[in-house]
């Protein structure tokens, strides 16, 4: 068996580690697993908007793994208490330096991946209208049966709004919300899911899974 010399041994040691380092480096960012937090009950859906079915809830504070989210767009593909699918940047979070950063406003700079949705598109029957500022912290509400009644007997059209209802969350003028007799809340329906909301402050205050 030949032996190498040092030299030339030093020389094919160098060109192992620099082939190896090439392939490294020719993995996509993509599969480079990024964690997030959710900041709210969120719902986790089939596709990239509020047109598409919930798969589930993941609860606030869940850690889930971030895909990455679609080009000129706020949703982004996560896996999460055994869920994977669609969830809204907004109600997104990961570590920044040892600082809390909502994806939606730092995914520039935390160089979020770009994923692409593959599945059937479904297409909202009207344009998803934009929220009213941040989500405020609410008094928790148990609403009694009869509420839940009365909605189901009183069905109306769905509201679709860019990302989620959660509670907390301030309803524009613009959508209707209907009353309920002998009830201090009234309600709408959003993204296919009827909410509570407080008149005074069109807060959502209780949404029903």
């Known amino acids: 068996m030949k032996t190498l010399s040092p030299t030339l041994f030093k020389a094919a040691s160098l060109r192992a580690a620099l082939a190896a380092g090439a392939m490294l480096a020719a993995i996509p960012a993509a599969y480079a697993e990024m964690s997030a937090t959710t900041?709210?009950?969120?719902?986790?859906?089939?596709?990239?908007?509020?047109q598409y079915?919930?798969?589930?809830?993941?609860?606030r504070g869940s850690a889930a793994v971030l895909d990455g989210c679609m080009e000129g767009s706020n949703w982004c593909r996560i896996d999460v208490?055994?869920?994977?699918g669609w969830a809204y940047a907004r109600y997104l979070a990961t570590d920044m330096g040892g600082?809390?950063?909502?994806?939606?406003k730092r995914r520039t700079e935390l160089s979020v991946p770009t994923v692409a949705y593959e599945g059937e598109t479904v297409v909202a029957p009207s344009e998803p209208l934009e929220l009213v500022g941040p989500v405020e912290e609410v008094e928790a509400v148990t609403p009694?049966?009869?509420v839940r009644t009365y909605i189901t007997e009183n069905p109306v059209d769905t509201v679709y709004v860019e990302g989620e209802a959660v509670v907390g969350a301030t309803l524009p003028n613009t959508v209707a919300v209907q009353p309920i007799p002998d009830y201090e809340y009234q309600y709408v329906t959003i993204n296919g899911q009827p909410v509570l909301v407080d008149p005074g402050t069109r807060r959502v205050v209780y949404v029903y899974r």
Do not use: F, W, Y
Request: aromatic share 0%; no cysteine; charged share 10%.
């Open 39 to 50: 900041l709210t009950d969120l719902n986790v859906r089939a596709g990239p908007g509020p």
């Open 53 to 59: 079915p919930a798969v589930g809830v993941a609860t």
């Open 81 to 84: 208490n055994g869920l994977r």
């Open 99 to 104: 600082t809390t950063a909502i994806i939606q």
């Open 144 to 146: 009694p049966p009869t």
